[in-house]
């Protein structure tokens, strides 16, 4: 089986595509090498009474992005009122516009407890000095004083995000939403952030996947200074395991890049199975000790400026966790940094 795409062309601007008659599809723009963000409106009740649209994720924070909801809201809601605001994460391109929607139409913030106050940590004012875990983390991973440098002074955070509401509506694991007339289960995950949130919705066979599942890319999975000894990958092939038990193969996905898919549990399989990939060529280059800097180029073979190789080391030093903690890779510190090299004692490892 491969994946099966239902639509063959995305909405444009001030358009919103009918998925069912009670979920509409619009995309709104990015100032990224991914363009786009796909935002879904989920038809809803007003105060028990009108008619209204649930907004599910938002955008970046921008003029481009906010007159494409003004746009989509004119032409596309006929008069209905936007009811309520949900976020899958706090990553900018999805909570970026959340804080401006939700104050101009005065309408709640639904999020899981983990997200929101990450997305609140993030938009408050920073340290004016990094905290020296923070320093460590680059030292440790070998990232280059003026990469360090750049990414230390990028305050974007505060600019692509909207200042966030400062009430939220706690969505857990497990719960069931009522929007419009349907119920949506949520679904919460580990790995690209620290409480993601998934909807599903039975009744109409269609998952809400946010970045949790994508059909054509893979969504970023780091180890940051703000965890620095964490093991999200391992927290992201779990991640892979409980949507597979909890959501049938059957659903339309209704991911927050690219074209809506049919292919649920094919998708998760491959994703896990690239990252076992990814480890294999990691592996194979720890022939000699390695810091995480060092296997990033090897590995990425190009130049790539300070974001991008930042999220690029972190990736690499997620997969060396998942291998440290299965004993498939040793580690050392000299001086200030990290050396990596293969054990060959365990070189079966676990799969």
């Known amino acids: 089986m491969s994946l099966r795409f239902p639509f063959q062309h995305a909405p444009g601007k001030a358009e919103a595509f009918h998925i069912t008659p009670d979920i ?15 935002c879904y409106l989920l038809r809803d009740t007003v105060n028990d009474s009108g008619q209204g649209w649930c907004v599910l994720d938002t955008g970046m924070n921008g003029q481009a992005a906010m007159q494409q909801w003004l746009d989509v809201i004119e032409a596309q809601l006929q008069g209905d009122h936007i009811s309520r605001v949900i976020v899958t994460h706090h990553h900018p391109d999805h909570v970026g516009l959340a804080g401006w929607l939700c104050d ?3 309408v709640p913030l639904y999020m899981t407890e983990a997200e929101y106050f990450y997305s609140r940590a993030f938009n408050s004012e920073a340290r004016q000095e990094p905290y020296w875990e923070v320093k460590q983390y680059f030292d440790q991973t070998g990232i280059s004083e003026a990469d360090r440098n750049a990414l230390l002074g990028n305050k974007h955070y505060k600019h692509l995000v909207s200042p966030v509401p400062a009430a939220f509506h706690r969505i857990q694991d497990g719960d069931i939403l009522t929007i419009g007339l349907h119920q949506w289960e949520a679904i919460t995950t580990r790995g690209h952030a620290p409480e993601h949130l998934c909807l599903y919705c039975k009744q109409q066979d269609i998952l809400i996947s946010g970045d949790q599942v994508l059909p054509q890319i893979t969504s970023n999975v780091s180890v940051t200074p703000t ?30 890049h690219q074209l809506p898919f049919y292919g649920l549990h094919e998708r998760l ?11 294999q060529a990691i592996i194979a280059l720890l022939e000699k000790p390695r810091t995480a800097q060092q296997l990033t180029a090897e590995l990425f073979d190009k130049e790539l400026e300070p974001f991008q190789n930042f999220l690029a080391v972190g990736e690499v030093v997620a997969h060396l966790h998942y291998l440290l903690e299965e004993g498939r890779v040793m580690r050392e510190l000299s001086g200030h940094m990290y050396y990596y090299e293969a054990n060959n004692t365990n070189a079966e490892g676990t799969s």
């Open 24 to 38: 509409k599809w619009l995309r709104t723009p990015l100032p990224l090498s991914l363009d786009h963000i796909n």
């Open 269 to 279: 399989q491959a994703v896990v199975d690239h990252h076992h990939e990814r480890m």
């Open 104 to 106: 101009t139409h005065k």
């Open 227 to 256: 965890q620095p000894k964490d093991n999200p990958l391992r927290h992201w092939m779990n991640a892979h395991t409980k949507m597979a038990r909890r959501v049938p193969d059957s659903v339309l996905i209704l991911p927050a």
